[in-house]
């Protein structure tokens, strides 16, 4: 069983920057894709940032050029972990983060984990 676990969320003020670590219990490489999703009160979860087990990212438009995600790739270590840099945050950003990971089945479907969530609040 896959467990994620994030941290690193909090209270920031807007222009303010934090950083969002997701470890998973088992090596990243298991993973075929990983990423952060968000969603607000009343709102859909959202894909935030993506990045495929070969290092393709994709971000959302709202986030791109703000946000950078990256994934511990030191196949001496066997880290198992992802972060999420966010900078010049603004309320808008203001939701509950959550880590993502998808693993390929041996019949060719994919399931998907999740964290248990963080929440980021952007706020004066």
């Known amino acids: 069983q896959v467990q994620l676990v994030e941290s690193g969320g909090g209270l920031v003020q807007p222009g303010g920057s934090l950083r969002l670590s997701c470890a998973a219990s088992?090596?990243?490489?298991?993973?075929?894709?990983m990423g952060w999703y968000r969603q607000a009160p009343g709102k859909q979860r959202e894909s935030v940032a993506t990045?495929?087990?070969?290092?393709?990212?994709?971000?959302?438009?709202s986030v791109t050029g703000r946000f950078t995600i990256s994934r511990d790739n030191s196949r001496d270590n066997a880290r198992n972990t992802m972060a999420l840099q966010m900078n010049s945050l603004k309320p808008g950003d203001t939701a509950v983060y959550y880590c993502n990971a998808k693993v390929l089945l041996t019949n060719g479907r994919s399931v998907d984990y999740w964290g248990q969530g963080t929440q980021v609040t952007v706020s004066s």
């Open positions: 990045i495929t087990s070969g290092g393709i990212t994709n971000y959302a438009d």
């Open positions: 088992v090596s990243i490489f298991s993973f075929i894709a």
